[in-house]
């Protein structure tokens, strides 16, 4: 009996080895680039958290969401430490300038100093930058991490959220499509 117990007992730590093995690669498979809506937002659909955030390049001058209000606008969560930022941001900067919606940035958990030399060095493709240095409004928006996207429609209501970097295959396939449909919705918006 003590053998056979004795026996079990070496065996655990590879079982458990093994059971702690499972779990990441659990984790590492729901963390895959087409598993991103495993956490959907509870925001679409709904209205926009109201916020009062204060402008990158002015900061006595605060946006609220009345500044945007009447047309839909993409909302680009970013800060000059995110590395996956400095990917997304020339397709994020070829978007804006094709396109015929405001791209607002929203600067998120950084230094006023890095993030206006980070637009310097990289080129702002914002109609206007919004600071959150303190996180109160990212608690608000959901916002865990940076890069996130949200599509917010004429009337303040989220629309679409992505969390990771935008590509040229995500505006086309997924944020395109709604903007056509809201097009749609109110001929005449976008011209």
Known sequence: MTTT???IWRWMPLILALLVGALLAGGIYLARDDNRDALP???IGR?????KLPDLHRPDK???????AGAPYLLNVWGSWCPECRVEHPVLTAF???????????NWRDE????????????NP?????????SRTAIDFGIYGAPETFLIDGKGVVRWKHVGPLSQEIIDSEVMPLLTELAS???????
């Open 126 to 134: 914002y109609y206007a930058v919004m600071v959150d240095s303190d």
């Open 62 to 68: 605060f946006y609220t969401p009345r500044d945007f």
């Open 185 to 191: 919705e109110a001929p005449g918006l976008f011209k």
């Open 96 to 106: 804006a300038e094709k396109q015929k919606i405001k791209v607002v940035g929203y």
């Open 47 to 51: 209205k926009a958290p109201d916020f």
């Open 41 to 43: 937002s509870t925001l």
């Open 112 to 123: 006023r100093a890095d993030a206006l030399r980070w637009l310097e060095q990289f080129g």
């Open 5 to 7: 117990r004795n026996s």
